[in-house]
Nanobody, 123 residues
Framework: QVQLVESGGGLVQAGGSLRLSCAAS????????MAWFRQAPGKEREFVAD????????YYTDSVKGRFTISRDNAKNTMWLQMNSLKPEDTAVYYC????????????????WGQGTQVTVSS
């Protein structure tokens, strides 16, 4: 099927930046939308950003607009999340997802998931 592997997480001070990567392998297709979600301890998995298969359309949750940028390179089967001006409330495990079949932003609508990468923002 499809395997997704995230990398790039870590510990950063508030105001700092991180760049997450998601490498896809297996039966991938450039027409598949991809997305980033995050989950903080004790909270539900939250939508962060989505990008269309071509990369021409992007969508963000309000709390990250203007700070995060989602992008992809289909030739490399890779997606990124550039995170700037990080805040302590951005602390979470970040997951990449692929294969959206329905409504954008709902975890149940994405077929494939990575294992997650921890992002910790200290105040």
């Amino acid at each position: 099927q499809v395997q997704l592997v995230e990398s790039g997480g870590g510990l950063v001070q508030a105001g700092g930046s991180l760049r997450l990567s998601c490498a896809a392998s297996g039966r991938t297709s450039s027409i598949n939308a991809m997305a980033w979600f995050r989950q903080a301890p004790g909270k539900e998995r939250e939508f962060v950003a989505d990008i269309s298969g071509s990369g021409s359309s992007t969508y963000y949750t309000d709390s990250v607009k203007g700070r995060f940028t989602i992008s992809r390179d289909n030739a490399k089967n890779t997606m990124w999340l550039q995170m700037n001006s990080l805040k302590p409330e951005d602390t979470a495990v970040y997951y990449c997802a692929m294969g959206r079949t329905g409504v954008r932003g709902f975890p149940t609508e994405y077929a494939y998931w990575g294992q997650g990468t921890q992002v910790t923002v200290s105040s």
